[in-house]
């Protein structure tokens, strides 16, 4: 069994680099969707496994926890007044056709400009103004409903590390089986393994389901700049966890069964309604940092993929099994030559106890 996490103030930013082969990188998805590897971490030894074995991993009464969010096409190509092009990225569907975006190009664009994405039939944006905490993104007013725009001219948002530009089968693969409300501009990853042979497998087995709603945002990717934790500025993403799940849990806990978040943004959803010390129902923005020394109230295991070097993810998985075993669970992988990252393989971690 993997060690208790240890304290935050015990790390900096270099305890979470690793080097990782360029080519580990995964570039296409898996032939299947449950055609991927699966690391089984939740002993001090790792265990060398296929996705599809999940099933036979679980115990009748245990709970999944998905996050149902659905990816939206939120890359948008356009064009400035002056003709400049433009590259932006909806980080948040707003009410009354406003959207906020990142937002690339050699000059930034004035408040009351427009910007013309999707040519040559198109629509045109208009330029509101600075937002954010650091005003580093944009609010655009589009002239009808965004996520129809989107959808009609916008591209798949694949993460940095996807070198190729997006297809017909990235539309399909980068989006889950059971993607159900539109928000997120990067899918919840370790939950694209999943298919309706191995839903069924889990629901024959009697393990439970169950979702919350987290609309994954590009901060996910933004790096952590400074050593000192503490300094970093964690974004922010909304989430939903329904009356429905927070009895599902509650059963599963009186019956003696376990927790198992699919994704770390499941499980920041779960943990972020459970700051105030019980888990409670209800919606909100949160900017959760979850590193080594938080004490986890609501999830027991983990199933997600292998994240980017010094990534807040990198630390939120080594806050939940301890670092040191994480830190060896990646040297193996890296050995064994699993695949990285949003189109790779999976692992499977379990809660340190003290």
């Known amino acids: 069994m993997p060690q208790a996490p240890q304290d935050a103030q015990a790390f900096t930013l270099s305890d979470f680099d690793f080097d990782l082969p360029p080519e580990l990188i995964a570039q296409q998805p898996a032939a299947e969707r449950s055609g991927s590897r699966l690391l089984d971490g939740r002993e001090a030894a790792p265990v060398d496994r296929a996705f599809r074995d999940l099933p036979n991993l679980l115990t009748p009464g245990d709970l999944l926890v998905f996050n149902d969010t659905r990816v939206i096409k939120a890359r948008l190509l356009g064009r400035k007044d002056s003709g400049g092009a433009v590259e932006a990225l909806v980080e948040r569907v707003l009410a009354d056709h406003e959207v906020l975006v990142h937002l690339r190009a050699s000059k930034s ?10 040519d040559p039939a198109g629509f045109e944006a208009i330029v509101l103004g600075r937002a954010g905490p650091d005003d580093s993104l944009f609010r ?6 965004p996520f129809a725009l989107l959808e009609r001219h916008g591209h798949v948002p694949l993460p940095p590390y996807i ?17 159900a409300r539109p928000g997120a501009v990067a899918a919840p990853t370790a939950a694209l ?16 389901r169950a979702h919350v709603t987290l609309h994954v945002g590009a901060g996910t990717f933004q790096p952590v700049r400074t050593q000192d934790l503490s300094q970093h500025t964690m974004h922010s993403e909304w ?19 376990r927790v198992l978040a699919v994704g770390t943004t499941t499980l920041r959803a779960l943990e972020s309604a459970a700051l105030g010390g019980e888990l409670q129902a209800g919606s909100r923005d949160t900017d959760i940092f979850i590193t080594p020394g938080f004490r986890f109230q609501v999830v027991d295991s983990l199933l997600t993929n292998f994240h980017l070097p010094k990534s807040t993810l990198m630390m939120l998985v080594s806050a939940l099994a301890g670092h040191a075993h994480v830190k060896a669970l990646y040297a193996h992988a890296i050995a064994q030559r699993y695949r990285f990252f949003s189109y790779g393989d999976a692992m499977l971690l379990e809660r340190a106890r003290a």
Do not use: K, N
């Open 109 to 118: 664009p004035r408040p009351g400009s427009h910007v013309r994405f999707g």
């Open 140 to 145: 655009l007013r589009f002239p009808a409903d």
């Open 163 to 179: 070198t190729h530009a997006d297809t017909a089968t990235d539309e399909r693969r980068y989006q889950t089986v059971f993607a």
């Open 193 to 208: 393994h999943f298919d309706a042979a191995v839903l069924d497998q889990l629901a024959q087995r009697g393990v439970q």
């Open 239 to 257: 989430f939903e966890v329904s009356a429905a799940t927070v009895e599902a849990i509650e059963r599963t806990r009186a019956a003696g069964g």
